[in-house]
């Protein structure tokens, strides 16, 4: 599955950002710990990690206000949130 990358002995998952959204999110890609060193259980993982990441893309897209914790900070809430920690965020410069 793309998007899957061992840090250690424990399975990441990473997406970038789509172009269009960079601004937005204020970031270039997006990473999160499966919690799992069994690459199997990390493919499952992944799997859900990448359907909540689109519906995230397309709720930005929409316009709607999410509300997204990077682990490193939050979006102010808004009236529609959608709360989702994506772990650890790549630096971008």
Same mark, same amino acid.
């Given at each position: 599955?793309?998007?899957?990358?061992?840090?250690? %002995?424990?399975?990441? $998952?990473?997406?970038?950002?789509?172009?269009?959204?960079? %601004?937005?999110?204020?970031?270039? =890609?997006? +990473?999160r710990s499966l919690?799992? %060193? +069994? $690459?199997?259980?990390?493919?499952?993982?992944?799997?859900?990690?990448? $359907?909540?990441?689109?519906?995230?893309?397309?709720?930005?897209?929409?316009? *709607?206000?999410?509300?997204? *914790?990077?682990?490193?900070?939050?979006?102010?809430?808004?009236?529609?949130?959608?709360?989702? =920690?994506?772990?650890?965020?790549?630096?971008?410069?």
């Open positions: 599955m793309t998007g899957l990358w061992l840090r250690g %002995s424990v399975w990441q $998952y990473r997406v970038a950002v789509p172009t269009d959204l960079r %601004s937005k999110l204020a970031r270039l =890609d997006l +990473n919690g799992t %060193s +069994n $690459y199997y259980d990390a493919v499952r993982a992944a799997r859900k990690v990448a $359907y909540e990441v689109e519906c995230l893309f397309d709720q930005v897209r929409s316009g *709607d206000q999410v509300r997204v *914790d990077f682990g490193d900070h939050a979006e102010p809430e808004p009236a529609s949130t959608i709360t989702m =920690d994506v772990g650890e965020v790549a630096e971008h410069g």
